[in-house]
């Protein structure tokens, strides 16, 4: 059964040879006598030719259907000229079959395996996984990963990393993502928590002596899952000890290339821009901005501060905001459009969509009358207001005036493609760094302060001194890389003192010295044995090969995804547990 070639691997140097293909049955076709068959395997196709006269292939043709397994022995010829096909790497030859293997007579198909399929229902396409998985674009889906993931090791290897496994099975943590629990049956009562990530387990690598420790490590969070979430994903996990925030960017930008240029043949420019958190949240709205088009807010808080528009005006001298931004060319929005765009801003916290339109000459807006010629004037200069605009407003607390902009800005780029206005070429990748993140930011729910990012990331030495008498202002050693809209990965220098975590911990997140103890109790401990500098990143490898495969889900880049419902439909998980199964857990289940 050893083949001789892949089917996407003969070309006309072959010709006269004689081989030996294995593979699937993709199309059977009868040409009055002759038959053919395109024959595919994972690397690509290659016809086969089947002459009825011959006896040993009597009958074949019309007892083969569509991705069956068949094995074929034949010499390699040359298709007529009007015959080749240009389309493949193979339409060039023909295999002429002297002889024929059915391993596998397939049933019929819940669905066609070609383009048709994007159209049948994900449901139906997960329960046959093993099928969906035999089309062309989920093969290459998956081989692009496989190319980003052997880069990304390779790399890693030859800048002198450690791949280090470390434990799916942890300890609960409930503050942050909910988590999955598993109970301990040898421990009656207790309970592991699945890992979210292997955030303390890579500081103890560094405080064991690793110095620099990568893995490509599977994580999980029990989250509602949508297009680029699911409950269990791989992150590119990686910590160095005796660095600063630079190395972290410069190893990173230098990983990105590798990867890229080996999925893509792309040479990625380096170095990356960096933006502080504060520039993206004014100029985009987001901390994760896409910036590949160039629709940017503008502050006009100053401006309407005494505006005898007081929906503005009275924001303003509240400590809000006023923000804006021109939606060129797309005055002809529709009513169903706008109310689409009301919905999603009053969704964020808005009361509505302040909206001015330039059509034929004249401005539009129920809020115009409010408005001074100056202030008029005003609009028209810094916002570059030309016939055929729209222009959108937020007047909202700061943060809730940029997220409510920076969706909208999302939505109307999204209104400008499909009018043809707006073009982002899809092999354009916009990599950025997000810095500069304030450390902790107070949650109206709690009533407390909570980290930004973990408890764990080290604030910037000059900022320490404020951690007692004003935090808001102190900022994190944090960052995020950002991928055309899509945060594809965050970390930070972490806190190596014992002393300082302790504090933050206690004085700064104000949590119970008990819990203190129960869930850092170790790592305080560790800290105090000569814990090293250490800083690190997680890149989730889902999302950024979901870029690179150019799809807006990361369920076409992982295997066996689960559904919107976090069901795996083709394995039917999850399942019931017998009660011999509970009994052992020491579990009831409540009806």
Not at 482 to 502: C, K, P, T
């Amino acid at each position: 059964m050893k083949r001789t070639h892949h089917c996407n691997q003969l070309n006309r140097s072959n010709i006269g040879e004689t081989v030996r293909l294995i593979g699937w049955v993709q199309s059977v076709r009868d040409h009055g006598g002759l038959g053919f068959v395109d024959l595919r395997d994972r690397e690509g196709i290659t016809q086969i030719m089947i002459d009825p006269q011959n006896n040993n292939l009597e009958g074949l043709l019309h007892s083969l259907k569509d991705e069956s397994v068949i094995e074929v022995i034949g010499k390699i010829s040359a298709r007529p000229g009007e015959t080749i096909n240009d389309e493949i790497q193979t339409g060039e030859i023909e295999v002429i079959a002297s002889e024929v293997v059915v391993h596998n007579i397939s049933d019929t198909l819940p669905f066609p395996l070609d383009d048709r399929a994007d159209r049948v229902s994900e449901d139906i396409r997960f329960a046959y996984r093993y099928l969906d998985l035999r089309r062309r674009k989920n093969i290459n889906n998956l081989k692009t990963r496989h190319r980003i993931s052997k880069a990304i090791r390779n790399y890693l290897d030859a800048n002198e990393f450690v791949e280090v496994e470390t434990p799916c099975l942890f300890k609960t943590t409930p503050e942050g993502a909910r988590e999955f629990l598993v109970p301990s049956r040898v421990n009656p009562g207790m309970f592991y928590a699945l890992s979210q990530s292997p955030q303390q387990y890579k500081q103890m690598l560094m405080v064991a002596g690793v110095e620099r420790y990568y893995s490509l490590a599977r994580c999980f969070r029990d989250e509602d899952l949508r297009a680029d979430r699911q409950q269990e994903f791989t992150q590119v996990d990686l910590e160095m000890s005796f660095i600063e925030c630079e190395d972290i960017y410069n190893l990173i930008e230098g990983m990105m290339r590798a990867a890229f240029s080996e999925a893509l043949g792309l040479n990625i420019d380096i170095p990356f821009r960096r933006m502080p958190f504060v520039d993206a949240m004014n100029d985009y709205g987001c901390d994760k901005p896409d910036t590949r088009f160039d629709i940017r807010l503008t502050d006009l808080s100053k401006l309407f501060e005494v505006s005898e528009f007081k929906v503005f005006s009275s924001c303003v001298q509240s400590g809000g905001s006023v923000k804006a931004i021109n939606a060129k060319g797309l005055a002809d929005i529709s009513q169903g459009e706008m109310k689409a765009l009301e919905d999603v801003a009053r969704a964020l916290g808005a009361k509505g969509l302040a909206f001015i339109k330039s059509e034929n000459g004249e401005w539009k807006s129920p809020i115009l009358k409010f408005l001074s010629k100056n202030e008029i004037d005003e609009l028209a200069s810094r916002l570059n207001i030309e016939d055929g605009d729209i222009i959108f407003f937020a007047a909202n607390e700061w943060m809730k005036c940029c997220n409510i902009l920076g969706r909208i800005r999302l939505e109307v780029a999204k209104l400008l493609i499909s009018r043809g206005k707006l073009d982002i070429p899809k092999n354009r990748f916009d990599f950025l760094w997000i810095v500069d993140f304030p450390l902790i930011s107070y949650d109206q729910d709690s009533g407390r302060y909570i980290a930004t990012h973990h408890p764990f990331t080290s604030p910037v030495i000059d900022d320490i001194d404020l951690l007692k008498t004003d935090p808001r202002k102190v900022r994190g050693q944090h960052y995020d890389i950002v991928l055309n809209g899509f945060e594809i990965g965050g970390g930070s220098i972490r806190i190596h003192d014992a002393n300082l975590q302790e504090m933050i911990m206690k004085d700064v997140l104000a949590l119970p010295e008990d819990v203190i103890n129960e869930r850092f109790g170790y790592m305080l401990r560790a800290f105090r044995f000569g814990a090293p500098p250490h800083g690190g990143i997680a890149v989730g490898l889902d999302r950024l090969s979901a870029i690179v495969c150019g799809t807006d889900s990361i369920r076409d880049v992982i295997a066996f995804p689960k559904t919107q419902k976090g069901q795996d439909l083709m394995a039917q998980s999850p399942s019931t547990a017998s009660d011999k199964q509970l009994r052992e857990l020491h579990i009831s289940l409540i009806e």
